[in-house]
C-alpha cells in the first residue's frame, strides 16, 4: 500500500558528509511527521531528527548543529544532511513516515528498508 525507499549511504571519512533521502509512494492521502531512526550494533534504536507536516524540526542532542532535516510535501521525500560526521554516528538508518491512505483513517507508520553509514578513517 505505502513503500519507503531510502537512499545516500556509505562509507565516508570523519569530519564528511552524506545525504539521506526517503522517498514514498502508492496509496498517500497525507503525511503527518516524518523521521529518521539509527541503530547501531548491540544498542537500542534511537531518533535522529523529527520533522512535522508543517516544518516544525526535532533532533537529538548529539546531532545538532550538525545534521539537518528538510523535507519536499509535493515530492513525498524527506532527507537528513549529515555534516561533520563522527565515527559514532556509524549505524544503519531507517526513515519513518506517518502516513494516512485515507480521509477518514488513522495514520499509520510506516519504515524504509534502512541504509548503512559507516565514518571511518
Known amino acids: 500500500q505505502v513503500q519507503l525507499v531510502e537512499s545516500g549511504g556509505g562509507l565516508v571519512q570523519p569530519g564528511g558528509s552524506l545525504r539521506l533521502s526517503c522517498a514514498a509512494s502508492?496509496?498517500?492521502?497525507?503525511?503527518?511527521?516524518m523521521g529518521w531512526y539509527r541503530q547501531a550494533p548491540g544498542k537500542q534504536r534511537e531518533l535522529v531528527a523529527a520533522?512535522?507536516?508543517?516544518?516544525?524540526?526535532n533532533y537529538a542532542d548529539s546531532v545538532k548543529g550538525r545534521f539537518t532535516i528538510s523535507r519536499d510535501n509535493a515530492k513525498n521525500t524527506v532527507y537528513l544532511q549529515m555534516n561533520s560526521l563522527k565515527p559514532e554516528d556509524t549505524a544503519v538508518y531507517y526513515c519513518?513516515?506517518?502516513?494516512?491512505?485515507?480521509?477518514?483513517?488513522?495514520?499509520?507508520?510506516?519504515w524504509g528498508q534502512g541504509t548503512q553509514v559507516t565514518v571511518s578513517s
Open positions: 519513518n513516515a506517518a502516513v494516512k491512505t485515507t480521509d477518514w483513517g488513522l495514520p499509520y507508520d510506516y
Open positions: 502508492g496509496s498517500i492521502f497525507s503525511i503527518n511527521d
Open positions: 520533522i512535522t507536516s508543517g516544518g516544525s524540526t
